[in-house]
């Protein structure tokens, strides 16, 4: 293996140690919604503090809101449990949806006819930041 290559491990390995210093992340698999629905309401809520990140959901009319409802509020319970942050503190750092499986079904019709029913999936994942601690912070893990 080239110095380059052992280097460059390391490399990664202290990104990874300093990410998990900072954030928590909480993702959820397989919501049975279509990805574009999902993001319609990630996208309002990327960036914003956790207090008024659960106002906004709790008031907005769609779908797609309780799950991510939800789940910023696993985010923030990880933060608390695991990493000791303060929820007044949590910043919504990085919400991202990507598309998942395709479910599918047949529906039955009359005459023994059938027709196939495309159920799309989603998977979510909300990455909880403490905004009152710096990246350069040493907290033992």
């Not at 309401?41 to 207090?51: A, F, H, K, N, P």
């Not at 769609?62 to 939800?70: E, M, Q, V």
């Not at 479910?103 to 039955?108: N, T």
Request: glycine share 2%.
């Amino acid at each position: 293996m080239s110095k380059w290559r052992k280097w460059k491990r390391v490399l990664r390995k202290l990104k990874r140690k300093k990410t998990l210093i900072t954030q928590v992340k909480a993702v959820a698999q397989n919501i049975c919604m279509s990805a574009h629905k999902a993001r319609r309401v990630v996208d309002q809520i990327r960036g914003r503090s956790y207090e008024e990140t659960l106002m906004i959901l709790e008031l907005m009319p769609y779908r797609a809101s309780y799950p991510i409802f939800k789940l910023v509020y696993s985010a923030a319970a990880n933060a608390s449990h695991n990493k000791s942050f303060n929820e007044a503190d949590s910043v919504i750092s990085k919400a991202e949806v990507n598309g998942g499986t395709i479910m599918k079904r047949l529906k039955p019709r009359a005459r023994g006819h059938s027709y196939p029913i495309k159920r799309p999936t989603c998977h979510i994942t909300i990455v909880v930041r403490d905004s009152s601690k710096k990246k350069t912070d040493k907290i033992s893990i």
